[in-house]
């Protein structure tokens, strides 16, 4: 089991950037898929990216491709979401989730077993 807790969340104008970062407990955090989802008010949790157990792959959403950056680092127990050019619509309640079985492609938040609490942030026009 894994337990992730996600920081770095605040307001920022729109163009600006943010990290978000997520530590996880235990000592299996290199076996685990991790990944990115958003939750907007009355929208339903979208996928926003996702990393391999090495980090040597990754996938995103097209709403953030060329824009988001996931990387994790594993001696830290730690994967991070470097956020650019952001936008009033990137405005959501960031989770990081976790998986030792998901498919790194898979944009279905029900497929991840491990949830963070969530962070907000929000972009201002």
């Known amino acids: 089991q894994v337990q992730l807790v996600e920081s770095g969340g605040g307001l920022v104008q729109a163009g600006g950037s943010l990290r978000l970062s997520c530590a996880a407990s235990?000592?299996?955090?290199?076996?685990?898929?991790m990944a990115w989802f958003r939750q907007a008010p009355g929208k339903a949790r979208e996928f926003v990216a996702a990393i391999s157990r090495s980090g040597g792959s990754t996938a995103y959403g097209d709403s953030v491709k060329g824009r988001f950056t996931i990387s994790r680092d594993n001696a830290k127990n730690t994967v991070y979401l470097q956020m650019n050019s952001l936008k009033p619509e990137d405005t959501a309640v960031y989770y990081c989730a976790a998986d030792l079985y998901v498919v790194l492609t898979t944009t279905t938040s029900s497929d991840y077993d491990y949830w963070g609490q969530g962070t907000q942030v929000t972009v201002s026009s």
């Open positions: 235990g000592r299996t955090f290199s076996r685990y898929v």
